[in-house]
């Protein structure tokens, strides 16, 4: 799978909206963006994807450059609860893939 | 709501002996994952399962062994648990197996062995 680079950690205060960057300057065109998250003491847990357009669903949206050598999760208001590592990774469509490949992520921090 | 639940939660135990970990999804998922999570080493795929009765080793398959009768079972066994399986253990399923598909993971056994 191609190399992704997020910054190591973040930080946020409640209530406010969160970007969270993801740079993967080689991704391929069959190569879809993900996004987990893995709160204290849970299993990661899945969040968003896409391939080229940019994603929105209950949890999150997922914006992705033009280019697509970029993308940021937009959580629109953070709460106490979101306080967790985001772990974006790519995942290439065309082959089998069952292995999840997390790099470190990013801690995200959310301020009271 | 549906999902995957893992059993037990904790579980403590010595060298040696046998201990099985439990995974249960009510998502009828065609695929089935089981992976181990080390601080350095991130995850990693121990086995994985296709269907009912078809079964693949992944990364670390060595000193596990899995089975799956029925699709929404997949449980993992330590046949003689060493210290070196120490670890937090993540079961994930999936309706397929291809990039464009999440893997659904459930809460982890922490799994101690002395």
């Known amino acids: 799978d191609a190399k992704t680079t997020q910054p190591n950690s973040m930080e946020s205060n409640e209530e406010e909206p969160v970007h969270l960057p993801c740079n993967h300057s080689?991704?391929?065109?069959?190569?879809?963006i993900h996004w987990y998250r893995q709160l204290p003491s849970q299993g990661p847990e899945y969040v968003i994807h896409?391939?080229?357009s940019n994603v929105n669903n209950r949890m999150a949206s997922l914006a992705i450059a033009e280019d697509r050598k970029s993308s940021t999760l937009i959580l629109h208001r953070a709460t106490l609860r979101d306080a967790a590592v985001y772990y974006c990774?790519?995942?290439?469509?065309?082959?089998?893939?069952?292995?999840?490949?997390f790099g470190k992520g990013i801690t995200l921090s959310v301020r009271p | 709501d549906a999902g995957i639940t893992q059993s037990p939660r904790y579980k403590i135990t010595e060298t040696g002996r046998q201990v099985t970990l439990m995974c249960h999804q009510t998502?009828?998922?065609?695929?089935m994952f089981w992976y181990r999570q080390d601080l350095g080493h991130g995850l990693r795929l121990i086995y994985y399962?296709?269907?009912?009765?078809?079964?693949d080793k992944g990364e670390v398959p060595d000193g596990y062994v899995v089975s799956r009768s029925k699709t929404e079972n997949f449980p993992l066994t330590l046949e003689s648990a060493t210290r070196s399986q120490t670890s937090v253990y993540f079961c994930?399923?999936?309706?397929?197996?291809?990039?464009?598909?999440?893997?659904?993971f459930g809460d982890g056994t922490r799994l101690s062995i002395l």
């Open positions: 994930a399923s999936s309706t397929r197996d291809v990039g464009n598909q999440p893997q659904h």
């Open positions: 080689t991704i391929s065109g069959t190569d879809y």
């Open positions: 896409g391939l080229t």
């Open positions: 990774i790519l995942r290439d469509v065309s082959a089998a893939n069952s292995k999840l490949t």
């Open positions: 998502w009828s998922h065609s695929y």
């Open positions: 399962s296709a269907a009912a009765d078809i079964t």
